[in-house]
T-cell receptor, first 114, second 112 residues
Framework: DAGVIQSPRHEVTEMGQEVTLRCKPI?????LFWYRQTMMRGLELLIY????????DSGMPEDRFSAKMPNASFSTLKIQPSEPRDSAVYFC????????????FGQGTRLTVV | GENVEQHPSTLSVQEGDSAVIKCTYS??????FPWYKQELGKRPQLIID?????GEKKDQRIAVTLNKTAKHFSLHITETQPEDSAVYFC???????????FGRGTSLIVHP
């Protein structure tokens, strides 16, 4: 397996534009997490899915943020409209059903909103 | 929910010295404690983990200790090398939720 795959690696967009981040988890992993990393706040959990179902989205900062997981091999995080304060590195991670196991992170998407 | 505190936020050592990073957690149901290393511009990657039925675990120059009574766990790196320079994150995972809560991270700088 190639690991968790995220795209794009870098995204620069203008304020007000819609941004969509993509993630392909490791095959067979039932948990998928979206994290945001900033210098000020560290790694923040935004939302996580279990078997494609969103379980906890309490970390999503605002209604501008939404996430979907239409199938076991694909998830998206969308920001609409984007704002400069959304600039951060967004990581997707997946882990196995067994629980209490390693979370495998993607390479991250560095988002810059100007 | 779980709350994880990590200290120090920055740690600077000379090559060959030891480094210790400490974390505390709040949820007594937490039973899995992974440590991740994130090199500059890279993804966090697991370096060592410990479960609640073990008090200490060692892997070459890296060791982790866990004190469940006091709700704290620590990462120990001996004979540090410049390539150990990175941000280290601790995490605590409550049994049943499987959701890791991360500490804020420690930036370790090893000077040659």
């Amino acid at each position: 397996d190639a690991g968790v795959i995220q795209s794009p690696r870098h995204e620069v967009t203008e304020m007000g534009q819609e941004v969509t981040l993509r993630c392909k988890p490791i095959s067979g992993h039932d948990y998928l997490f979206w994290y945001r990393q900033t210098m000020m706040r560290g790694l923040e959990l935004l939302i996580y899915f279990n078997n494609n179902v969103p379980i906890d989205d309490s970390g999503m900062p605002e209604d501008r943020f939404s996430a979907k997981m239409p199938n076991a091999s694909f998830s998206t995080l969308k920001i609409q409209p984007s704002e400069p304060r959304d600039s951060a590195v967004y990581f997707c991670a997946s882990s196995a059903e067994a629980g209490n196991t390693e979370a495998f992170f993607g390479q991250g998407t560095r988002l810059t909103v100007v | 929910g779980e709350n994880v505190e990590q200290h120090p936020s920055t740690l600077s050592v000379q090559e060959g010295d030891s480094a210790v990073i400490k974390c505390t957690y709040s949820d007594s149901a937490s039973n899995y404690f992974p440590w991740y290393k994130q090199e500059l511009g890279k993804r966090p990657q697991l370096i060592i983990d410990i479960r609640s039925n073990v008090g200490e675990k060692k892997d070459q120059r890296i060791a982790v200790t866990l004190n469940k009574t006091a709700k704290h766990f620590s990462l120990h790196i001996t004979e540090t090398q410049p390539e150990d320079s990175a941000v280290y994150f601790c995490a605590a995972v409550p049994g049943g939720s499987y959701i890791p809560t991360f500490g804020r991270g420690t930036s370790l700088i090893v000077h040659p």
